[in-house]
């Protein structure tokens, strides 16, 4: 693979907990060569992976807002 060829980032979505109690759904942007999350959103897309040095092209990927979907179950 030539790292001066601009890949498209592999877009996966993950829960996480908000405050320790609100489950949310984020967007993640990773490394196509080495599977590092990228550190990229709607206003910042790097231009360069920053651990292997992989050309990025953020053109035509949908952004989509963090989703909130529901409130975490009381530890026992």
Known sequence: ??????????????????????????????CPRCSAVLNAGSNYQPKYCDQC???LDFSEIEWKEDQELGFAKEAI
Do not use: N, S, T
């Open 1 to 30: 693979m030539d790292k001066e060829k601009a890949m498209k980032p592999v877009e996966r979505m993950e829960k996480y907990l908000k405050y320790g109690f609100v489950i949310m759904k984020h967007q993640y942007m990773d």
């Open 53 to 55: 040095g992989q050309k």
